[in-house]
């Protein structure tokens, strides 16, 4: 059996299911992972140009504020890396403000 990553809930109902079930919920999960194995690249293809466009903007407020590190809020909490951060030094309106300046 694959794994089953963020299916985990379904994976765990399946396991109470009968054989034949268990292979339905098998298949759907090989075909989402199929999906996305094809179609991945050119998902990350169309939103590179976005990406740039923020990673510069970024760029240039940590500069303006002299700022060393910048983090992605929710992956860092998702990581557990931050566990605390004083909403008064958030920059994304000023990353949003020079992003709608360019």
């Known amino acids: ?11 765990d109902r399946a ?3 009968r054989p034949q079930e268990q292979e339905l919920v098998q298949a759907l999960i090989t075909t989402r992972w199929d999906l996305v194995d094809r179609y991945q690249a050119e998902i990350d293809a169309a939103i ?6 923020v990673d510069a903007a970024v760029k240039q407020v940590a500069e303006q504020f002299s700022v060393s590190f910048v983090f992605d809020l929710n992956a860092a909490r ?3 890396f931050v ?3 004083d909403p008064a030094i958030d920059l994304t309106s000023v990353v949003a403000e020079a992003m709608s300046l360019e």
């Open 1 to 11: 059996m694959l794994s089953c990553h963020a299916w985990t809930p379904v994976c």
């Open 15 to 17: 396991r109470s299911c």
């Open 48 to 53: 590179e140009p976005a990406l740039l466009v």
């Open 78 to 80: 998702e990581s557990d």
């Open 83 to 85: 566990v605390f951060a």
